[in-house]
C-alpha cells in the first residue's frame, strides 16, 4: 500500500500563476481532506471532499481557491493568481469512513510564490 | 468554537529521559476525539496516539502515553525513554465526532522537542 501521494513535494509559482496540487489517498479510501500549515503554524483545515462531492469547504478562502476528486484519479487542489501569502505547506489526508479521526497523511506540498 | 492550545513551543530532554507535552482545548461537546500527531522534519505527519473522550482510560501505544483529564480539558502526552528519533514537531489536535465538521481536525500550533544526547 503506497500511502498517501502527493505531488509535486515542492512547487514554485511566479505571482499571478495557476498552482495545481495533487493528492492520491490510499488505496480503498474514499474521503480526502486537505490542510494547509503556514510556517511556525499547526495545521488548518480547507476542505472535505468524498468522491465527486465537497463536503465541507468551511475552511477554504472564497476567490482563487478550488478542489475537486474525480470519480477517476487523484483529488485536486486549485489556487488561481497566486500571492505570496499561499505560501505554505499543503497536506492532504484520507481516510476509509469519516467520523474516526486517525487520518493517513500525505507527505505535503510545499508551494513557494515568487 | 473549539480551540486547541499547546503553550510550550519548545522543549529539550535528554535521551532515555521522560518529557511530558502539555495540551488545553476548548469545547462545548461532550463526545469527541483527541490525537498527537509527530512532524519530523520530513514533513510527514505521523498519528502517534488517540484518545476517544467517552473511554476514561488513557491510551497508551508503546512508549508514548496520555493524561486525559475530561474534566480540566487537558490532554497531555508523556514519551518515557526518550530518543533521538522523537525530535519533531509534535501537534495536539481536536476532532469533533458529530455535527456538521465532523471530520476535520482542529490543530494546535505544535510543539518542538528535542531530544539531546
Known amino acids: 500500500n503506497a500511502g498517501v501521494m502527493q505531488n509535486p513535494r515542492h512547487l514554485v509559482r511566479r505571482r499571478g500563476q495557476e498552482a495545481r496540487l495533487r493528492c492520491s489517498p490510499m488505496?480503498?479510501?474514499?474521503?480526502v481532506y486537505w490542510y494547509r500549515q503556514l510556517p511556525e503554524e499547526g495545521l488548518k483545515f480547507m476542505v472535505y471532499?468524498?468522491?465527486?462531492?465537497?463536503?465541507?469547504e468551511s475552511g477554504m478562502p472564497k476567490e482563487r481557491f478550488s478542489a475537486e476528486f474525480p470519480k477517476e484519479g487523484p483529488s485536486i487542489l486549485r489556487i488561481q493568481q497566486v500571492v505570496r501569502g499561499d505560501s505554505a505547506a499543503y497536506f492532504c489526508?484520507?481516510?476509509?469512513?469519516?467520523?474516526?479521526?486517525?487520518?493517513?497523511f500525505g507527505s505535503g506540498t510545499r508551494l513557494t510564490v515568487v | 468554537a473549539q480551540t486547541v492550545t499547546q503553550s510550550q513551543p519548545e522543549m529539550s530532554v535528554q535521551e532515555a529521559e521522560t518529557v511530558t507535552l502539555s495540551c488545553t482545548y476548548d469545547?462545548?461537546?461532550?463526545?469527541?476525539?483527541l490525537f498527537w500527531y509527530k512532524q519530523p522534519p520530513s514533513r510527514q505527519m505521523i498519528l502517534v496516539i488517540r484518545?476517544?473522550?467517552?473511554?476514561?482510560q488513557n491510551a497508551t501505544e508503546n512508549r508514548f502515553s496520555v493524561n486525559f483529564q475530561k474534566a480540566a480539558k487537558s490532554f497531555s502526552l508523556k514519551i518515557s525513554d526518550s530518543q533521538l528519533g522523537d525530535t519533531a514537531m509534535y501537534f495536539c489536535?481536536?476532532?469533533?465526532?458529530?455535527?456538521?465538521?465532523?471530520?476535520?481536525?482542529?490543530f494546535g500550533k505544535g510543539t518542538k522537542l528535542s531530544v539531546k544526547p
Open positions: 489526508a484520507s481516510s476509509p469512513i469519516t467520523g474516526t479521526g486517525g487520518y493517513t
Open positions: 488505496k480503498g479510501h474514499s474521503h
Open positions: 471532499l468524498q468522491k465527486e462531492n465537497i463536503i465541507d
Open positions: 469545547t462545548s461537546e461532550s463526545n469527541y476525539y
Open positions: 484518545q476517544e473522550a467517552y473511554k476514561q
Open positions: 489536535a481536536f476532532m469533533t465526532k458529530y455535527g456538521g465538521s465532523q471530520g476535520n481536525l482542529i
